[in-house]
C-alpha cells in the first residue's frame, strides 16, 4: 500500500501562501479521511484547508481587480474581523464588469490570455458552508450525526471541483489591465466600468478598433492562484 507520503506529498511539504496548494492539501486531507474508515479529524482538516484556500482566493481576487495599487490600507482592512468579506463586497461589482469587459475584449483578440471568472456569490456560500466543519460539531454522546460525514464529503468534493472547472483551460486569475495601454482602450474600459456604456457597445467598438491593436499593447494583471 502506498504511504500518504507518496500518494499526497503535499501533506508533508511547508506551507505555501497560494490558493492553489490549500485546495490540493484539502482534497488530499479528504482522500485521507475516506481511505482512513471516514475518519473526522481528516475531514475537519480538509474542510479548514479549502476555506482557506477560498479566503486566500478572495483576496487575490481584491487584489487584481482594484483600479488603484494594493495598498497596506487595504491588506489591514482585510485582515480585520469580516473585513475579507467587507472589502470583496466593495469590489465585487467592478470585478463582474472586468470579468466581462476582459472576456468581450478576448473575443475580438483571441491571443490575450483566458482568465477565470469566478462567481462572488458561490465562494461566499461554500467559505460559509465549510465553516461548519472547522468547528465543534457540539455532538451529544451516543447521539450520532446522520451524514455529518458525507455530507461535508461531498461538500469539499464539489467545492475543488468548482475550483478545477473554473481554472480548466484559463491562465489563472487575474483581470485584463489596459494601464499604460492604447488610450482608446483605456478610455472604453474606464466608460464600461463607470457604467457609461453597456457590454453591447463595448463589443460593437473593439471590433471597430482591435484590427489596429496587438495583444502586447494589454497586460494581464493576475494574482498566484493558477490551475
Known sequence: MNSPRRTHPTLFTQ????????????????????????????????????????????????????????????????????????????????????????????????????????????????????????????????IEQPKWFEDGQKLIEETYDYFVNTLSGTAGTGAISSSGGPPIICQLQEDFLAKKITIEQVITRLRIITPMLSSDSLTLKSGRFKK
Request: proline fraction near 2%; aromatic fraction near 8%.
Open 15 to 142: 506551507r505555501n501562501k497560494d490558493a492553489g496548494w490549500c485546495i490540493i492539501q484539502a482534497h488530499s486531507l479528504l482522500q485521507e479521511a475516506i481511505k482512513n474508515g471516514k475518519n473526522s479529524s481528516f475531514l475537519m482538516y480538509a474542510a479548514f484547508e479549502m476555506r482557506t484556500g477560498i479566503e486566500q482566493l478572495m483576496f487575490t481576487i481584491i487584489a487584481a481587480c482594484l483600479t488603484t495599487k494594493l495598498t497596506r490600507e487595504v491588506v489591514d482592512r482585510c485582515r480585520k474581523k469580516d473585513g475579507l468579506f467587507t472589502v470583496l463586497s466593495d469590489v465585487e461589482s467592478n470585478y463582474t464588469l472586468m470579468c466581462k469587459f476582459a472576456n468581450a475584449l478576448r473575443a475580438e483578440e483571441p491571443r490575450i490570455p483566458k482568465i477565470a471568472e469566478w462567481d462572488i456569490k458561490i465562494l461566499k456560500r461554500r467559505w460559509n458552508d465549510l465553516s461548519s466543519y472547522c468547528h465543534s460539531p457540539l455532538v451529544i454522546k451516543d
